[in-house]
């Protein structure tokens, strides 16, 4: 809630529509590979990200950080991704900072997002694409600081159950 002498109007966009971002991040390179819908992300947008990602014809192999959603779990994704000789790592709950993409959203959000207005959805996809197309160029020295592999390690932890 907020209290102020004059009434003051605030833009906001009116009405929900979805615009979804489902990408892998090279970790060394950091080339971007997405695949984008205005519906849900489910295992075919998952499955459609994995073609994708085999079809560029990496000649290492490729092991893919995934978060615990149900959809990149299931059977149907398990079975493309051995398919296609893509390993699946998925990460410990609660932990999105091991996830160099989710470094990534988080910057988009932050450039695109945080504090701006867009007057119809049109205006808001194409922001976000924007961004993310020039993650090589405009962006570059701000995300190779921001996307390092440096993480940090904790000797002699000691864990208390709870």
Known sequence: ??????????????GRQRFNVLGAL????????????????????VCELLRKIAAMNIAVPVTLVMDN???????LVAALAQQLNIELLFLPA?????????????????????????????????AITDCLNHTHTTYKQELDSLLTLKFQVLKNANLVPI
Request: glycine share 0%; net charge positive; aromatic share 18%.
């Open 94 to 126: 609660y932990s999105p900072n091991l996830n160099l993409i989710e470094r990534l959203w988080k910057f988009v959000k932050k450039e695109v997002l945080y504090s701006k207005y867009y007057p119809d959805f049109r205006c808001f996809k194409r």
């Open 1 to 14: 809630m907020l209290w102020s002498f004059a009434r003051l109007f605030v833009k906001a966009p009116a």
């Open 26 to 45: 090279n970790a060394i390179t950091h080339e971007l590979v997405l695949i984008t819908n205005d519906t849900y992300i489910n295992a075919a947008s």
């Open 69 to 75: 959603a149900r959809y990149q779990k299931c059977v």
